[in-house]
């Protein structure tokens, strides 16, 4: 059975950093294209990060150079590293496989206030 389960999420002030896990089940991370998504109050749900069967990763302009996509094989496990986080971060932060008809989790509540 497939299943994505994500952990990390928390309330953190503006500046701070963050890592979220994305712990998956019933298929290898490097079999698939995964993905972060996130979604606001108020906002349609966009994407994040991606990476790779590859390795190649891509990052929305409003988080390039803050956060980070990575992945462990071994662990079976798909990180996302967020730094200098501000306050429209907020989100629930989902994870993916194979894209927006694919696989999700259950999502991780990010809050970023002072």
């Known amino acids: 059975q497939v299943q994505l389960v994500e952990s990390g999420g928390g309330l953190v002030q503006p500046g701070g950093s963050l890592r979220l896990s994305c712990a998956a089940s019933?298929?290898?991370?490097?079999?698939?294209?995964m993905y972060w998504y996130r979604q606001a109050p108020g906002k349609e749900r966009e994407l994040v990060a991606f990476?790779?069967?590859?390795?190649?990763?891509n990052y929305a302009d409003s988080v390039d150079g803050r956060f980070t996509i990575s992945r462990d094989n071994a662990e079976n496990m798909v990180y996302l590293q967020m730094k200098s986080l501000k306050p429209e971060d907020t989100a629930v932060y989902y994870c993916?496989?194979?894209?927006?008809?694919?696989?999700w989790g259950q999502g991780t509540q990010v809050t970023v206030s002072s």
């Open positions: 990476i790779t069967t590859a390795g190649y990763i």
């Open positions: 993916n496989a194979r894209g927006r008809s694919g696989f």
């Open positions: 019933g298929f290898a991370v490097n079999t698939y294209v």
